[in-house]
């Protein structure tokens, strides 16, 4: 029929002799015995079965990582100003060191074909941009740092 491969397969500390026969995408167990050094020599049950391969395991999804706050902001208690929603940075309208104000503008921020303020949330100095205009950001992607 096709090609017989022999293999000795160990299961729970007892060995066995395994002969399985390929015929094209098939492959089929010939028979299964314990082999000598096992405790007694028995036959398991023979005859030809249709073995399957199983499909292989689905790679564990990786749970995507939260975006790192700047450590300079946490340990000075600045605040971070995150991007409410992925887009792309059009424009910056401040640098570090600029005083800001509550409610004034930081940038704007291009997503869906609509432009997007983000404005100052509070009094302060601007400490650092973090983005550069044409970057591409995803949600809660730190923008800028304020003082």
Same mark, same amino acid.
């Given at each position: 029929? $096709?090609?017989?491969?022999?293999?000795?397969?160990?299961?729970?500390?007892?060995?066995?002799?395994?002969?399985?026969?390929?015929?094209?995408?098939?492959?089929?167990?010939?028979?299964?015995?314990?082999?000598?050094?096992?405790?007694?020599?028995?036959?398991?049950?023979? $005859?030809?079965?249709?073995?399957?391969?199983?499909?292989? &395991?689905?790679?564990?999804?990786?749970?995507?990582?939260? &975006?790192?706050?700047?450590?300079?902001?946490?340990?000075?208690?600045?605040?971070?100003?995150?991007?409410?929603?992925?887009?792309?940075?059009?424009?910056? !309208?401040?640098?570090? $060191? !600029?005083?800001?104000?509550? $409610?004034?503008?930081?940038?704007?921020?291009?997503?869906?074909?609509?432009? %997007?303020?983000?404005?100052?949330?509070?009094?302060?100095?601007?400490?650092?941009?973090?983005?550069? &205009? %044409?970057?591409?950001? %995803?949600?809660?992607? &730190?923008?800028?740092?304020?003082?």
């Amino acid at each position: 029929m $096709g090609k017989v491969f022999q293999y000795v397969v160990r299961v729970n500390g007892k060995e066995y002799n395994v002969e399985i026969e390929s015929d094209s995408e098939e492959i089929f167990i010939k028979s299964i015995t314990r082999t000598a050094t096992s405790q007694a020599q028995t036959k398991e049950p023979a $005859g030809p079965q249709r073995v399957e391969q199983a499909p292989a &395991p689905a790679p564990a999804p990786v749970a995507p990582s939260a &975006p790192q706050k700047p450590a300079a902001a946490a340990k000075a208690g600045g605040t971070v100003v995150e991007a409410p929603l992925p887009g792309k940075i059009l424009r910056i !309208n401040v640098s570090a $060191g !600029n005083q800001v104000k509550r $409610g004034d503008l930081l940038l704007i921020l291009e997503a869906m074909k609509m432009e %997007n303020e983000i404005l100052a949330p509070v009094d302060g100095v601007v400490d650092s941009v973090l983005v550069s &205009p %044409n970057q591409t950001v %995803n949600t809660h992607d &730190p923008l800028v740092v304020l003082k």
